[in-house]
């Protein structure tokens, strides 16, 4: 964490400390009603009942697919992603729940100690910050389809499906250790179950070693700010470089068991399957991608252009990306700015003389551990984990 400490000291980010009074404060500063709880404390309840969303969804800033919404790459212009501008992957309509009557339960026969918290209980206990992206599982699913000729199942997202926030909370492994976590529990087997309190009441378990990474989260902020109700409020799991489905929000109960949790996100949906998965295994990392933030199919002005992406590894930090304006027979190296924080992703750019026609921008991502996007990837039915290079489409005027 000394790393990314040094390597994020410059940017305007926020303190990674709240006071709890502070944040209570902020509470009923960010846009709902805050009330007096019959204890003398400061509760936070919302008054409006959404439909399917509760933040604004311009069209100029997000991409309409329904319940999901997905962010507009081109339209983002610093390192963190603005919660008005991160991407929303829901499987029902966001709950507005009341901290007054919110309990997060601990139970399972891996804890020796079943516990419950209160909001103000979560605020009490050791608070982390964290800089990492959030990205859909099927983030650039729609490639299956328009590059492979078989479409996949689910939300035919291109590459806006992510975002990068710094997510402020308590470990989990804080709370795991609060429930008196039993000794000789495997490490390496999803037997730590996070489930929200949502309709739907979705859940993923992840493995005790991940659990217990100290920048695995129960986050009540997002840049410096309350969780918004699409994203979770009043707490979401942050499970860093693994897939969307394990940030689960709104959670209102983690189960600890010795043996394997299995559930309908890792046995029917959340797995590969395909011809070339015939064991159906449930994912876990993310992938290593990069895109072009210009409008898909969009029109740029002739001349000298700067042209800008992003590119993102759920294990390390961006090292290189190289751009091709011809389907990939050569590559050139494009520039890498700062900040280029592991798990989170790197910002690249490079100068074009745009001359006028239809043409084609590609970008290539390689990570320190000496990952680079493939030339190729399996089919898989539910659509995940495409990360091929792709040909950008624009057109010069």
């Known amino acids: 964490m000394e790393a990314q400490r040094e390597q994020t000291d410059h940017l305007p980010l926020h303190e990674a400390q709240l006071s709890r009074r502070g944040f209570m404060l902020s509470l009923g500063a960010g846009g709902a009603a805050a009330v007096l709880s019959p204890a003398g404390t400061t509760a936070f309840a919302q008054t409006e009942k959404p439909k399917l969303h509760v933040k604004p969804l311009p069209s100029d800033l997000f991409i309409d697919h329904g319940i999901n ?17 991160f991407y929303i992957r829901n499987h029902t309509a966001s709950p507005l729940i009341d901290v007054k009557t919110w309990r997060l339960k601990v139970e399972g026969n891996g804890v020796g100690r079943p ?28 490639f299956f389809k328009d590059v492979m000729g078989r479409a996949a ?50 859940s993923r378990p992840m ?82 991608k990069s895109a072009v933030a210009l409008p898909w199919g969009g029109t740029i002005p002739g ?10 590894s759920p294990v390390g930090r961006i090292t290189k990306v190289e751009v091709s304006l011809d389907r990939g027979a050569t590559w050139r190296a494009a520039n890498l ?27 290539r991502a390689t990570d320190d551990k000496g990952n680079t996007q493939p030339a190729s990837i399996p089919w898989n039915r539910q659509g995940y984990g495409y990360n091929v290079p792709v040909a950008h489409p624009i057109k010069v005027s």
Not at 117 to 127: C, K, Y
Not at 230 to 251: Q, T
Not at 303 to 312: E, L, S, V, Y
Not at 338 to 345: E, F, G, Q, T, V
């Open 337 to 363: 700015r700062d900040p280029n924080i592991p798990r989170a992703w790197g910002r690249w750019d490079f100068e074009w003389d745009a001359k006028p026609g239809d043409h084609s921008l590609m970008a």
């Open 115 to 142: 516990l419950e918290l209160t909001f103000d209980d979560l605020l009490r206990l050791p608070t982390r910050s964290v800089i990492c992206f959030v990205e859909c599982a099927g983030n650039g699913r729609s």
């Open 153 to 202: 199942v689910g939300t035919q997202w291109r590459l806006g499906a992510i975002g990068v926030a710094e997510w402020t909370g308590v470990p989990l492994g804080a709370v795991l250790e609060i429930a008196g976590l039993k000794k000789g529990l495997p490490n390496d087997t999803l037997n730590v179950l996070i489930e929200g309190a949502d309709a739907n009441k979705v």
């Open 69 to 85: 919404q997905e962010t507009r790459l081109e339209r983002l212009m610093g390192y963190l992603t603005p919660a008005g501008q």
């Open 207 to 288: 493995t005790l070693e991940k659990a217990l990474d100290n920048e695995t989260l129960l986050a009540y902020a997002m840049n410096g700010e309350p969780l918004a109700a699409d994203h979770g409020f009043p707490a979401r799991a942050i499970v860093p470089g693994w897939v969307g489905i394990n940030n689960v929000k709104w959670v209102g109960r983690i189960e600890v068991r010795d043996s394997k949790i299995d559930v309908a996100t890792t046995t029917k949906t959340y797995i590969l399957e395909g011809p070339d998965y015939p064991d159906n295994p449930p994912l876990r990392l993310q992938t290593l």
């Open 303 to 312: 001349g000298r252009q700067r042209i800008r992406g992003f590119a993102w």
